[in-house]
């Protein structure tokens, strides 16, 4: 009885095997039958950003003694900012003040770092102004000297440029994108004698949005905030049947 279990089994595992690759290798023959060639389109379209930022860091220096005072004055500063901000078009919506920072000031001990003794206090307020009009947001990056007339001195000023518009255009860039896939596949089949047909598979890259003419492109994407006249590029890849 054991031998003929035995026998059984094989019998079935043999047939099983013979069926496997019966049903693989008819696959792959009819896989062979359509012949496929991939190329990959790419679209480029300039836009105009229509958000601006500008972001400011404003410090001032405290001792153990003034803290209070100093605090005082960096609310003074933060008002004299909103009202110089109000004669440029700028309204409260679009002023953002950050929490104050206060951050401990360590006695430094030469050759020997800084002891825990904190001798004083940085006082950092941080400020971020939003506006669709980048106009005003131009405008308000080129005053620094009327910020120094009103005692506002900035640690660092950053300006920046979104184009908020980038869902709305994606499909409409890989629809071009595919379109100019078709043409290429077209003239590379035109060599060969041999007609596009129908795309059979497709995949999208990513999106890149970079200052006009740079090369300085990313595998995961870009997004360029520097400068507010923008270039957004895409590919698609996309296989085609050949006939």
Known sequence: MDKKTILLTVGILSVAIV??????????????????????????KNVTADLGKWSASFT??????????????SEAIKTKLSN???TLGIEDKDITFLTVQINSIYEQIPGYGQSQNIIGYNVVQNVK??????????????????LLNLGIVPDYQTTEYFYTKINDLRPELFADATKDAALRAEAIAKGTGSKVGKPISARTGVVQILPPNSVDVSDYGAYDLSTKEKEVSATVSVTFELK
């Open 129 to 146: 102004v939003q506006n669709s009009d980048i106009l005003k947001i131009e405008k308000l990056a080129s005053q620094t000297k009327d």
């Open 60 to 73: 001032s220096r405290a001792d153990l003694s003034n803290l209070k005072n100093v605090l005082a004055s």
């Open 19 to 44: 069926v496997g690759l019966f049903i693989h290798g008819y696959e792959m023959g009819v896989r062979s039958q359509v012949k496929g060639l991939t190329v990959t389109g790419s679209v480029k």
């Open 84 to 86: 110089y901000l109000k």
